[in-house]
């Protein structure tokens, strides 16, 4: 394909690439500070490559989008609603959400389940610049010792994880790079 | 982005609906005598699925399901932009093709052509194939009339 058109950049072969893309979304979610690298399509700009793939590999009509900031594109809200069909909401009522950290903006905003159904949360998929594994330590279930991965607001996540069993679930994307940090993970600054 | 949107979304309903409803040979023949078939991509391969048929009675009243149908779709772009949509009904990977390419080249200068060889024969195929068959059946159509009794 010579440029993006409308709609192009989906999976070429759905089945055979949103298999390998959930399987790195669930392994990075099981193994929170691992990064894996996705491939295969073109999202529209400004989505990642990570973002957009993550997008098409979890979402259908019955999850809820939301487009924060720059992300809410009109290419980018055709182009997922031809590939996923899912609708796109407000930040209170979204499944998933995506955006950069400070487009998504604060965390109360979004679901966090109930004590009866605490996957009735949202999951934010967090554009970052750069995703290494320094600065932060993680610990916790997935972690055999410690991890360490780059987080965008340490002391917002740490509340949200004291919400558990409640709370938001993070994948953080940068390029074809994501990593992804659930509400079980304790954080620390150093040490 | 050069879809055409100047074109009437009765007219592209129409042509739409017609390529959904051919049947297979009907269609595929008519298609293999088109020369000069434009090069395109895959905006998404041809898949199978079924669909619910929900309808309302008389149109207006409280929708219901009717009964799911196996459905088969794709969407393709041409060289220059221009993006089709096939949805057919049947597990036909190639009508399905044919029918999204059918939907691009409508909405390009190859549209009268087009029209002439592929979309007007298919109509009075399918409109044929209608009126035989509903001949058949009013040859079978039984006139119930009410014998006067005989009581005042």
């Known amino acids: ?191 | 982005m050069t879809e055409n949107t100047n074109i009437a979304t009765e007219a592209r309903e129409d042509w739409m609906g017609l390529l959904a409803r051919a049947p297979d040979d009907a269609l595929m023949s008519l298609w293999d005598g088109i020369q000069n078939r434009p090069s395109f991509e895959w905006l998404r391969s041809p898949e199978v699925g079924g669909v619910m048929v929900r309808g309302r009675t008389g149109g207006t009243g409280a929708p219901f399901n009717l009964g799911e149908m196996t459905v088969t779709r794709c969407s393709v772009v041409l060289q220059d932009g221009t993006v089709g949509h096939g949805y057919v009904q049947g597990r036909s990977k190639p009508k399905a093709e044919a029918a999204a390419l059918v939907d691009a080249m409508m909405q390009t200068s190859a549209a009268g052509e087009l029209q002439a060889q592929l979309l007007d024969p298919l109509h009075q195929q399918m409109q044929a194939a209608k009126t035989a068959r509903a001949a058949k059946a009013a040859a079978t159509k039984v006139e119930f009339f009410t014998l006067v009794r005989g009581e005042d």
């Not at chain 1, 950290?101 to 679901?111: D, I, K, S, T």
């Not at chain 1, 992804?180 to 150093?190: D, N, V, Y």
């Open chain 1, 1 to 191: 394909m010579a440029a993006q058109t409308q709609f192009s950049g989906g999976f070429e072969n759905a089945p055979v690439q949103a298999a390998h893309a959930f399987r790195a979304a669930m392994t990075v979610m099981a193994r929170p500070g691992e990064i894996r690298a996705l491939t295969g399509i073109e999202p529209p700009a400004p989505l990642s490559l990570a973002a957009g793939t993550l997008l098409l590999t979890l979402c259908d009509p019955e999850t809820k989008v939301h487009l924060a900031g720059d992300t809410d594109t009109d290419a980018g809200r055709k182009w997922l609603t031809f590939h996923t069909g899912a609708p796109i909401v407000s930040a209170d009522q979204a499944d998933f959400a995506v955006g950069t950290w400070r487009a998504l903006g604060p965390l109360n905003a979004y679901r966090i389940g109930t004590p009866e159904y605490p996957d009735r949360s949202a999951t934010l998929i967090v554009e970052c610049d750069q995703l290494e594994q320094r600065a932060a330590v993680l610990s916790g279930p997935g972690i055999k010792d410690t991890a360490r991965l780059s987080l965008p607001d340490v002391p917002a996540l740490q509340s949200n994880a004291t919400l558990f069993p409640l709370g938001c679930d993070f994948f953080f994307t940068s390029g074809d790079k994501i990593a992804a940090l659930p509400r079980s993970t304790q954080i620390r600054t150093e040490g």
